[in-house]
Antibody, heavy 120, light 108 residues
């Protein structure tokens, strides 16, 4: 079955960067877009962007442009999300989610989430 | 940007009752590209409904979506204990795609 397994929790200082991984299995990795969504404590969902694992092409939400980088390694079926210049309000659970083969922002299957805590 | 407003904020119901959740958009949702997700505490969201009314694979038929244009509804015909959760709507017809703020369905 489809599985997305994310890397573990991180604690970072303000101004640092974090890189979260998402390893996919159970389907053709290059056939489906991967999205990243974050959720601050007690808050709603915020879409950050997607990556096309086949081409490596990306599309970031305007808020995150210049600030987030999504990459992939097809040899190990893994995508990465790196967020720079962290601030305290970036404290959140970060999810990867598999979408359709087209860049529609439908989030079919989700990783377990990675808690990123930004604190001095 | 399309703003999605969900109501009510919290719905207090008993198992077996019918739940009706509303999602209202500030502008017409293109092609009725409206989805619903369920989230339980400590878990990632679960994909329920797309295209306003199509159930995702494996979703029980007690969940149904309806609506068009700017007004959409998620109905749970008879609440099961596992249905008590937060529900989010999302529009994916216009960029930027947006989520509603969520409706919590709690046990009365």
């Amino acid at each position: 079955q489809v599985q997305l397994v994310q890397s573990g929790s991180e604690v970072k200082k303000p101004g640092a960067s974090v890189k979260v991984s998402c390893k996919a299995s159970g389907y053709t990795f290059t056939g489906y877009y991967i999205h990243w969504v974050r959720q601050a404590p007690g808050q709603g969902l915020e879409w950050m962007g997607w990556i096309n694992p086949n081409s490596g092409g990306t599309n970031y939400a305007q808020k995150f442009q210049g600030w987030v980088t999504m990459t992939r390694d097809t040899s190990i079926s893994t995508v990465y999300m790196e967020l720079n210049r962290l601030r305290s309000d970036d404290t959140a659970v970060y999810y990867c989610a598999r979408g359709p083969p087209e860049p529609y922002q439908l989030l079919w299957d989700w990783g377990q989430g990675t808690l990123v805590t930004v604190s001095s | 940007e399309i703003v999605l407003t969900q109501s009510p904020g919290t719905l207090s119901l008993s198992p077996g009752e019918r739940a009706t959740l509303s999602c209202r958009a500030s502008q017409t949702v293109t092609n009725n590209y409206l989805a619903w997700y369920q989230q339980k505490p400590g878990q990632p969201p679960r994909f329920l409904i797309y295209g306003a009314s199509s159930r995702a694979t494996g979703i029980p038929d007690r969940f149904s979506g309806s609506g068009s244009g700017t007004d959409f509804t998620l109905t749970i015909s008879r609440l099961e204990p596992e249905d008590f959760a937060v529900y989010y709507c999302q529009q994916y017809g216009s960029s930027p795609e947006t989520f509603g703020q969520g409706t919590k369905v709690e046990i009365k």
